[in-house]
């Protein structure tokens, strides 16, 4: 068997390490949120607590997996399937290293794009069939923080796009080799950066789950582990919009020889997980309808100016 | 618009540049079980009844520290032994119940109840939380050295008549002071 896109070992492996990392993360970030605030965090369950995944793993597995009698229960079901699957499927165009991958399209950011929107129905659909007023609250927000982050988290991909004349991630990568798209793409960037926390729901951009005003917000009702699918799902969008960052503004999997391809492309992910876990650690959240008008009447045109110049320079430099 | 840009992107970053430094503070957390942490020596915790410098029971069961306690969590009953004191016959505490505010030991006339810096008392048997004079008794005068009840009093025991306490002038004959 042969190690190259879209081979089977390929995707073993790489949904293997995608799944593996998203729920160490559930340690890394509990670890660094702690460090951030001058706490320890779990540092008892074996090696400086690297066993509290198994341990938080354990504990959800063996947790009461309650349906509501009032739930649609169908749709309930549903809901936290499709967030998994939506955000592996984004994986799958992913490149991660020279011949590691599991398919290159072209039309990879169309359909990273594609898969974001049918996020917005996992949580839509999980709090509508929950029959619960805070869950409602919930998926009402995530809808609609879902659906506008994900007008100019598109437009700020563009640049990129334009300037490398393909929707393919791997030809994004390849065309990075001279410079990163960071520096003429900085603005994008930044869009995309708080798009991205948008998309994925996280602190400050989690309205939708908002634990302090609507309980748990979409996942309310959940338990067990549909709502340890949900959790889990949160932080592979995590690691998806980090991996997305570092294949459209850093380069990759480029790096200087001394380290493996993969391992550049990692570290690069894990340092916007990390940041990702600063944002958390440092920022309050917006208001809802803060939140809605800087999307809209900041970052919206912000894109549009970027992509309009960004057009410019290139149409002229011909 | 400039407001807007200092707002959402220079504060940002400077909150961000702020918690980023705490990454190189040192966390607050004391390790409890492994490191002990430091208890001041006012420390309200466990209950314990204290005796006076000549090895005596100082509590005279006035039971105003049963009536002082918000919970109610302490029992006692009042006994007189051969010499004339009071003490008590029994004297519980339902450690289940307490919440270790120090009102029993504000309200003790005589020092007998005190609290100390020990608060590692988890049980498995729920029975176990309550305790007996034999187990809240300790065999010395915890934080008040000197005081002895009887000693300064005025009430008359054996041994100690009216009049003989510390700093206590003896008894006057009122009828000697009539016109």
Known sequence: ?318 | MLTLIKDTLISQVVTLWKVFLHTFAKADTVEYPDEQPHMFSRWRGRIILSRDPDGEERCVACNLCAVACPVDCIALQKAEDDAGRWCPEFFRINFSRCIMCGFCEEACPTNAIQLTPDFEMAEYERQDMVWEKENLLINGTGKYHDYNFYRVSGMKIHGKDKGEGLNEAPPVDVRSLLP
């Open chain 1, 1 to 318: 068997m042969t190690f190259e896109v879209g081979s089977i070992l390929n995707i073993g492996a790489i949904l293997a390490v995608v799944i593996g990392v998203a729920a160490m993360l559930i340690w890394v970030e509990r670890r660094l949120l702690s460090l951030w605030q001058d706490r320890l965090g779990p540092n008892r369950v074996g090696w400086f607590g690297l066993m509290q995944v198994v341990a938080d793993m354990v504990k959800i597995f063996n947790k009461e997996d309650w349906v509501p009698p009032f739930s649609d229960r169908f749709v309930f079901v549903l809901a936290p399937a499709i967030i998994m699957t939506v955000i592996l499927l984004s994986f799958g165009v992913i490149p991660f290293a020279p011949g590691v991958g599991i398919a290159d399209s072209n039309v990879g950011v169309l359909f990273v794009l594609a898969m974001a929107s049918l996020g917005a129905y996992s949580v839509m659909l999980g709090g509508l069939s929950s029959d619960n007023k805070y869950a409602l609250l919930g998926s009402l927000r995530a809808a609609a923080q879902m659906v506008s982050y994900e007008v100019f988290m598109g437009i700020s991909m563009l640049g990129v796009v334009a300037l490398t004349g393909s929707f393919d991630l791997r030809e994004i990568v390849l065309a990075q080799a001279d410079g990163w798209y960071v520096i003429p793409q900085f603005v994008g960037f930044v869009i995309f950066l708080i798009a991205g926390v948008a998309e994925s729901h996280r602190l400050p951009f989690d309205i939708p789950e908002a634990d302090q005003e609507i309980v748990a917000g979409y996942h309310t009702e959940y338990s067990g582990m549909k709502f340890g699918m949900f959790f889990v799902g949160e932080y592979l969008g995590l690691v998806l919009v980090s991996s997305l960052i570092t294949v459209l503004f850093f380069g990759g999997w480029m790096g200087p020889g001394f380290l493996p391809p993969v391992i550049w492309f990692a570290a690069k992910a894990f340092v916007f997980i990390c940041f990702f876990i600063l944002l958390r650690a440092a920022i309050p959240r917006p208001r809802y309808d803060q939140l809605m008008s800087y999307g809209w009447l900041f970052l919206l045109p912000l894109s549009l100016i970027n992509l309009l110049v960004t057009a410019f320079i290139i149409l002229s430099s011909q």
